[in-house]
């Protein structure tokens, strides 16, 4: 049990009154952070492997990024999309520069990016035929909590109450190139799909999964729209998690990582496709601005090869630690995942778990009911890892 200092106390108190009760919190408030530590109103100090649920790439507090904000807040804010602002142009470029896409469109968050592919997709699919708009995604994937998103995610909990859900969203088993070949229609739009599934419990899929299924969109003539709003900015250690499958999509999603902790999306798409968003087809009235450009311009320039090839040594160096500790209990019963996103099977719920490392100062998350996830920042040190895998250890029981 973590006893509340009077801090704590406090603000939970004040915050349970005016909060809307949407959120399961844990009694824990933070004032300041740094790398991948965060400390509570109280002054006890946590080792954060959960990084704002894989956003804070660089760790908290980067100093650059505070350079980037500072700088930027003090030249300009936000201007509308009805005029050009040069930090947008720039991480445009740097995304299509780094990426299989050629033109980007920017938001504020991933169910916004996923809207919005939804959208383009619906749009560019009409072009080839006017009866197609079913988009086909994955049972247990997630995709935001809008109403398209909610409805595109392969999870009832998600969408019970929100009734009616938009029309034109089918759901096939993940990992299932069978199932998804037989789901395709004449209305088929786009197939969406994450490459890893992150909140449906860091599933991945064989190995030729993805190829198959771009050989299966190419063969339809459907398009591929990857969310990589969770494995996207060095998460699994490539840029994107697609490269290591070997294909591109047509339509890719952002966010999370790419703002390093501050508000961002995008949707990348090759210009064909992207042509059909014309003047009033979409827009966001943040999306794109200089602020939150110029933040995340500088995430992704740390993003160099010896940065991704550290993310993965690091997921490496976190994978063999967890599978050494399951040999030696019976209590895990799988290891999952890429470079640093990975996710823990046990056979006790998460939750008590999760509880227990919090009172030896390590944040955990978990994406449902028997699965621990870790994603520390992308800047997490082996020492940091061991200290992390030790303090799991002990609240396993393992090490006295
Ligand atoms: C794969 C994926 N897509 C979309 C979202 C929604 O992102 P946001 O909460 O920024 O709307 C999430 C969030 O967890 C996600 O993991």
């Known amino acids: 049990m973590v006893l509340l200092g009077k801090q704590s106390q406090k603000w939970i108190k004040r915050g349970g009154r005016v909060l809307m009760p949407n959120y ?3 009694p824990l408030v933070f004032t300041k952070g740094r790398g991948a530590i965060l400390v509570s109103a109280d002054n006890s100090a946590y080792l954060d492997f959960v990084s704002g649920i894989a956003v804070n790439s660089l760790g908290h507090c980067n100093k650059g990024m505070a350079r980037a904000i500072q700088k930027q807040a003090a030249s300009l804010l936000h201007i509308s999309n009805l005029y050009y602002n040069i930090p947008q142009i720039e991480l445009a470029e740097w995304l299509t520069d780094h990426s299989f896409a050629n033109q980007v469109f920017f938001c504020n968050s991933g169910a916004e990016a996923n ?9 560019f699919a009409k072009t080839i035929n006017p009866n197609r708009f079913e ?6 994937s997630f995709h935001g909590r809008t109403l398209a998103t909610l409805t595109a995610t392969g999870q009832k909990k998600y969408q019970e109450g929100f009734e009616p859900l938009p029309k034109g969203f089918l759901h096939v088993p993940f990992d299932d190139v069978g199932a998804l070949e037989k789901a395709i229609t004449p209305n088929t739009a786009a197939v969406l799909l994450e490459p890893i599934q992150g909140e449906g419990g860091v599933r991945v899929p064989k190995s030729n999964y993805l190829t198959e299924v771009r050989k299966l969109c190419d063969k339809n003539n459907l398009l591929l729209v990857l969310d990589e709003v969770q494995t996207g900015m060095g998460r699994t250690g490539t840029l994107f998690a697609y490269e290591q499958a070997g294909i591109t999509p047509d339509i890719l999603t952002l966010a999370k990582g790419l703002g390093g902790g501050f508000p961002i999306g995008a949707m990348l798409a090759r210009q064909k496709i992207a042509a059909v968003f014309t003047p009033g ?4 009235t943040f999306g794109g601005n200089p602020l939150a450009c110029s933040v995340a311009l500088t995430v992704s320039k740390q993003m160099t090869p010896s940065f991704l090839k550290r993310v993965q040594d690091m997921g490496n160096h976190l994978f063999k630690n967890l599978v050494l500790l399951q040999s030696k209990t019976g209590l895990i019963k799988e290891v999952r995942g890429a470079g640093l ?4 099977d046990l056979s006790l719920p998460a939750l008590e778990i999760i509880k227990k490392a919090h009172d030896k100062g390590l944040l955990l998350s978990r994406t449902s009911g028997h699965t621990v996830r870790m994603t520390p920042p992308l800047t997490v040190s082996c020492k940091e890892i061991d200290q992390a895998v030790s303090i799991f250890e002990e ?6």
């Open 341 to 344: 996103l990975v996710g823990i």
């Open 24 to 26: 399961a919190r844990f």
């Open 395 to 400: 609240v396993l029981g393992v090490k006295a």
């Open 135 to 140: 988009i086909i995604s994955a049972e247990n």
């Open 115 to 123: 809207e919005a592919a939804i959208k383009l997709a619906r749009l």
């Open 281 to 284: 087809k979409h827009a966001a």
